[in-house]
């Protein structure tokens, strides 16, 4: 079965700070996505990113990075200088290939000025 | 126009009451799914369908019923609403790789 794990509940960081968000998923797939999902107050969830199992590049978008490591099941996301606007809770998620998708509990991030 | 619309976006009913909360999407895409959303518990599946015809249970799909009408839409029922109901709920759409797209989401509270 399918499981993510994103162990830190709520992070708090001061601004210009890096963060980086732990997910940590279980698959017996050899193929599967991950995702990462933003939460602002707003309350909308907003795509991120995601991974295809095949492709363990990490990749970086502005100030955001993820790093992908098969080997420890992991899919971490990184905030290079967080801000403010940064402040969400964060989703990380799993889908096997032809099947659904399992979200993580989520991250609540608080960048303080 | 938003690609994935949800309504009512607030609603407030009574124990007991059958409640339809409706979404609608105009991605194309054949994949939609029901989420709630209760603090601290992330995002719970009730339901998924992958077309017209697949309809599929969640992790969560006591207490609820869908309806797959058409491609572009899919209706969740309460068929009779109780408290612990009360939640967001967000419909999705998801595309060949699964990417979820969101609707706004809907405050459900049932007194």
């Known amino acids: 079965a399918q499981k993510v794990t994103q162990a830190q509940t709520e992070i708090s960081v001061v601004e210009k700070e890096d963060v980086t968000l732990d997910c940590v998923y279980e698959t017996r797939d050899t193929t599967y996505y991950l995702f990462w999902y933003k939460q602002p107050p707003s309350g909308e969830l907003v795509f991120l990113i995601r991974r295809n199992s095949f492709d363990e590049q990490n990749e970086i978008s502005g100030r955001y990075s993820w790093n992908f490591q098969k080997s420890t099941s992991s899919f971490n996301f990184t905030i290079t200088a967080s801000q403010v606007v940064d402040s969400a809770v964060y989703f990380c998620?799993?889908?096997?290939?032809?099947?659904?998708?399992?979200f993580g509990p989520g991250t609540s991030l608080s960048v303080i000025p | 126009d938003a690609d994935v619309t949800q309504t009512p976006r607030n609603r407030i009913t009574k124990t007991g009451k059958r409640i339809m909360l409706e979404c609608s999407q105009t991605k194309g895409h054949d994949r939609m799914y029901w989420y709630r959303q209760d603090p601290g518990l992330g995002l719970r599946l009730i339901y998924y369908s992958f077309d017209v015809k697949d309809i599929n249970k969640g992790e969560i799909s006591d207490g609820y019923s869908v309806s797959r009408q058409a491609q572009a839409k899919f209706s969740l029922s309460l068929e009779s609403a109780i408290p612990n109901q009360t939640a967001l709920y967000f419909c999705?759409?998801?595309?060949?790789?699964?990417?979820?797209?969101f609707g706004p989401g809907t405050r459900l509270l049932v007194l």
């Open positions: 998620a799993l889908s096997e290939a032809e099947d659904k998708v399992i």
């Open positions: 999705a759409t998801g595309d060949f790789q699964e990417t979820q797209y």
